[in-house]
């Protein structure tokens, strides 16, 4: 009969009851549907609705771009998740955090006397190339890995250093690479929540970058957020933002505005504590599987002490660095996709093709198709059975 229901494209029958085995595990992107189970109990008290005459300005009542009760309240769930310093610093709202991290680029290059070489160390988020690249002009360039810096006896260039932490794709907490007197960093702490790491210690540094995509997983509604120390680099960045934008989307705000509320309801742990645990027990099975292979590994994570949860605990990384191991594997990203496995090749993050990136954050149903796939090609390392 007719299908009572959309079967996702892995799944057939007519109420979608029979996983098709040879569907691919699209494990490329980002996208942070793991949370979406928790919203789904939070379903009434996240929820938002506005009336049609709310919010139709330009502005907020102070006549700024920026809602003083949602900054207040990003303000409270740091200080619950205990991972930044927050007090005398600036806030920046952007349109998701990639228009803050050119934001910042923009801003901490206004002021040099030659153009800035904007470094990351690789492997590295490939956006902070691509966007670099896309809005360059007179002020500042792209110019690669960040450790190729050091061997320049130049002393006197500007350098601006991508620092994501913990890092995408291999999870690992960072500092700066490179070490020219005027390095300054844009710290990226999209995954620094307890969701995804240990927090040794609150995040002070001068200019910090977080966004609601990893922290909710509402990726689409593309809001972020920067806490700035220096005056003047806040005034770049919030004209930056002025220009571009005239200030983020209120509708934006207001969702976003709904979500810490939720977050925040009763001690306003629950969220860490439900996304620490998915996360951690996906790296578990991953790591199981992966333990029994000769062909592949993983990178390690250390276990280490948590601000958050106050005790040692074990890694929860968003996604997997998976390595191949044998000689003849050079192209691992091929190696996978004739096993079904889709995940973004190593040399997109400016490093080896022994390399692939696998997301972890996606829905259970990927999370366990790739499980699945990966179990079987390992269980074929010792021949056909
Ligand atoms: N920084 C890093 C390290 C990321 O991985 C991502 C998204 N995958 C972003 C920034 C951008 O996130 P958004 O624009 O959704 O805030």
């Given amino acids: 009969g007719k299908p009572i229901c959309e079967c996702n494209a892995c799944y057939a029958a007519s109420d979608c009851s029979v996983f098709k085995t040879d569907c691919a595990a699209d494990a490329d992107s980002g996208n942070p549907l793991f949370l979406e189970p928790f919203w789904m109990q939070h379903a009434a008290s996240s929820a938002v609705l506005i009336a049609g005459w709310h919010r139709m300005g330009y502005t907020f009542n102070d006549q700024s771009f920026i809602s003083r009760e949602l900054e207040n309240h990003i303000r409270r769930?740091?200080?619950?998740?205990?991972?930044?310093?927050?007090?005398?610093?600036?806030?920046?709202?952007?349109?998701?955090?990639?228009?803050?991290?050119?934001?910042?680029?923009?801003?901490?290059?206004?002021?040099t006397s030659s153009p800035a070489r904007v470094v990351a160390a690789a492997p590295y988020y490939p956006l902070y190339k691509s966007q670099t690249e896309f809005f360059q002009n007179m002020h500042f360039e792209f110019e690669g890995d960040a450790s190729l810096m050091n061997n320049s006896s130049d002393n006197t260039v500007n350098v601006i250093e991508f620092v994501t932490s913990p890092n995408n794709p291999?999870?690992?907490?960072?500092?700066?690479?490179?070490?020219?007197?005027?390095?300054?960093?844009?710290?990226?702490?999209?995954?620094?929540?307890?969701?995804?790491?240990?927090?040794?210690?609150?995040?002070?540094?001068?200019?910090?970058?977080?966004?609601?995509?990893?922290?909710?997983?509402?990726?689409?509604?593309?809001f972020g957020w920067a806490f700035v120390k220096d005056k003047e680099v806040y005034e770049n960045m919030k004209s930056y933002i002025s220009q571009a934008e005239m200030g983020i989307s209120r509708e934006a705000q207001l969702r976003a505005l709904k979500l810490m509320k939720a977050i925040l309801h009763g001690n306003g742990t629950e969220i860490f504590n439900y996304a620490y645990k998915k996360m951690s027990d996906?790296?578990?099975?991953?790591?199981?599987?992966?333990?029994?292979?000769?062909?592949?590994?993983?990178?390690?994570?250390?276990?280490?002490?948590?601000?958050?949860?106050?005790?040692?605990?074990?890694?929860?990384?968003?996604?997997?660095?998976?390595?191949?191991?044998?000689?003849?594997?050079?192209?691992?990203?091929?190696?996978?996709?004739?096993?079904?496995?889709?995940?973004?090749?190593?040399?997109?993050?400016?490093?080896?093709?022994?390399?692939?990136?696998?997301?972890?954050?996606?829905?259970?149903?990927?999370?366990?198709?790739l499980l699945h796939h990966l179990n079987k090609l390992v269980a074929q390392e010792d021949g056909p059975k």
């Fill in 77 to 111: 769930v740091h200080a619950v998740a205990r991972n930044a310093v927050t007090n005398g610093k600036y806030i920046v709202f952007g349109g998701g955090s990639t228009q803050l991290l050119d934001a910042a680029v923009y801003a901490l290059s206004m002021n």
């Fill in 170 to 222: 291999d999870g690992k907490l960072r500092e700066p690479v490179s070490q020219v007197p005027l390095t300054r960093a844009i710290y990226d702490h999209a995954y620094y929540w307890p969701h995804f790491t240990a927090i040794p210690a609150p995040a002070d540094k001068d200019v910090m970058i977080f966004t609601i995509s990893k922290l909710t997983g509402h990726a689409g509604s593309r």
């Fill in 282 to 369: 996906r790296w578990k099975n991953l790591s199981e599987i992966i333990s029994l292979s000769k062909r592949f590994t993983i990178q390690e994570l250390p276990t280490q002490f948590c601000n958050f949860f106050q005790k040692v605990r074990g890694p929860s990384p968003a996604y997997a660095w998976l390595k191949c191991e044998k000689e003849e594997d050079t192209n691992c990203d091929a190696v996978l996709r004739a096993a079904n496995i889709i995940g973004r090749e190593g040399s997109l993050f400016d490093y080896d093709e022994r390399f692939v990136r696998l997301s972890l954050l996606k829905s259970d149903d990927d999370f366990n198709l």
